[in-house]
């Protein structure tokens, strides 16, 4: 039996949650999976996994087989890249994710200058706004936005976003400019619930450093920073989101920033990805080429004094 193929299969069910489901990932017939899954308990001579009707779990001895066989799968990846070159010689893919917006806007166009120079690499470019474990998606870069916990990843920071509140022109010439946070609360407002932001409006009075969070009640709640932006822009309520998300709103006219004296310290933007202790050269390329022009584009968003 092929002990590593056997060990990926095992991977791929516990990741997926089901036989056919690794199946359809690895393009296996099911009988086969489940055939290699069964003949590597059998020859290791203990059950690794427990199956019900409804659903597989991992036993004790499953689940520390799973650890070890995922490193060993990890080691073996990286000793045939390092054989191919990959340490050697930029090439190969590499998988990045960024949050939706900010990857559209200052992300992608950097990819592409990259690729235009390092014709044997490939990029897998993930945009979402949920924060993905780079170990168990295989990541090799991401983009992050926010205070990271304490964890094995390298971090470079890159630049920071600051936090505004926003209107339109027309709403606050009918509602008038708010001159403190306070006033919010009897004010309609449009509520990003996002993982970028808290719900809680919070704000640091300048002459205290106090910390205050106001009691919003929206008139809008959405999902999408860029719904919340459109909602803004019609007019339909005041919006606290991070600067880059409506930057070219404000450019245009269409939003003003409000009460910017109240505002809390800028959120992190950075570069993360697992520590290894011999780097692809791919990566290391990628970094040195990505870093200088996203701080270079992420500068506009630092606060004057």
Not at 284 to 300: G, I, M, N
């Amino acid at each position: 039996m092929d002990r590593l193929e056997a060990m990926a299969m095992l991977l791929a069910t516990i990741e997926t949650g089901s036989f056919s489901a690794a199946g359809r990932m690895m393009n296996v017939p099911v009988a086969t999976l489940t055939r290699k899954v069964t003949d590597l308990e059998e020859q290791l001579g203990t059950r690794l996994l427990m199956r019900t009707t409804r659903k597989l779990s991992l036993t004790d001895a499953g689940l520390a087989y799973a650890v070890t066989a995922r490193q060993i799968l990890d080691l073996v990846s990286e000793q045939e890249r390092e054989v191919t070159g990959e340490f050697t010689a930029p090439r190969g893919e590499l998988a990045i994710t960024t949050p939706v917006r900010l990857g559209r806007l200052y992300v992608l166009p950097e990819i592409m200058n990259f690729l235009a120079l390092f014709p044997e690499i490939d990029v897998k470019l993930t945009q979402s706004d949920r924060n993905v474990d780079l170990v168990d998606t295989h990541v090799d870069v991401a983009v992050r936005i926010g205070r990271l916990p304490d964890s094995n990843m390298i971090a470079t920071r890159i630049g920071a976003f600051r936090t505004v509140v926003c209107a339109s022109p027309a709403l606050l010439r009918e509602r008038g400019v708010p001159r403190t946070p306070a006033e919010l609360a009897r004010l309609p407002c449009v509520m990003y619930n996002g993982p970028m932001l808290s719900p809680d409006w919070t704000f640091r009075y300048p002459d205290t450093g106090l910390l205050v969070t106001v009691p919003i009640s929206p008139r809008l709640q959405v999902s999408s920073a860029d719904s919340a932006v459109d909602a803004a822009v019609r007019g339909f309520g005041f919006t606290q989101l991070l600067h880059y998300h409506v930057a070219e709103a404000i450019d245009a006219g269409e939003l003003e920033i409000i009460l910017d004296a109240f505002e809390v310290d800028p959120v992190p933007i950075q570069l993360v990805h697992v520590f290894r202790s011999v780097m692809p050269l791919k990566l290391r390329r990628f970094l040195d080429f990505v870093t200088p022009r996203l701080r270079e584009s992420f500068s506009r968003f630092t606060k004057s004094a």
